[in-house]
């Protein structure tokens, strides 16, 4: 069973950082691509940042020059630095990875796309 914990999520003020960690666990052989996204209360989930295995990333344009994504795929665990952070980053950040696959004695079966539990970021002004 595939399972994504978060964490490093807080209460920072305005122009702070924080680093936000994601580990994946669960006889996990590879994942395609790891990412965050936020949501806000009745908005919709949007994508922050993602990494490919390869170590390709995309931002969202609101992010970018002040989010690092980065991940670690031996131990299958990827990584948000904040900086500069804004009170309009305050959300809910979920850590999701796409195209896991998992290794059993069966061999290696695809397992698809996971969501971690959300952790809550809050920037005070």
């Known amino acids: 069973q595939v399972q994504l914990a978060e964490s490093g999520g807080g209460l920072v003020q305005v122009g702070g950082s924080l680093r936000l960690s994601c580990v994946a666990s669960g006889n996990i052989f590879s994942i395609n691509t790891m990412g965050w996204y936020r949501q806000a209360p009745g908005k919709e989930r949007e994508l922050v940042a993602a990494i490919m295995s390869g170590g390709i990333t995309h931002y969202a344009a609101s992010v970018k020059g002040r989010f690092t994504i980065s991940r670690a795929n031996a131990k299958n665990t990827v990584y948000l630095q904040m900086s500069r952070l804004k009170p309009e980053d305050t959300d809910v950040y979920y850590c999701?990875?796409?195209?896991?696959?998992?290794?059993?004695?069966?061999?290696?079966?695809?397992?698809?796309?996971?969501w971690g539990q959300g952790t809550q970021v809050t920037v005070s002004s």
């Open positions: 999701h990875c796409e195209g896991v696959s998992t290794e059993s004695w069966d061999g290696i079966s695809l397992a698809g796309d996971y």
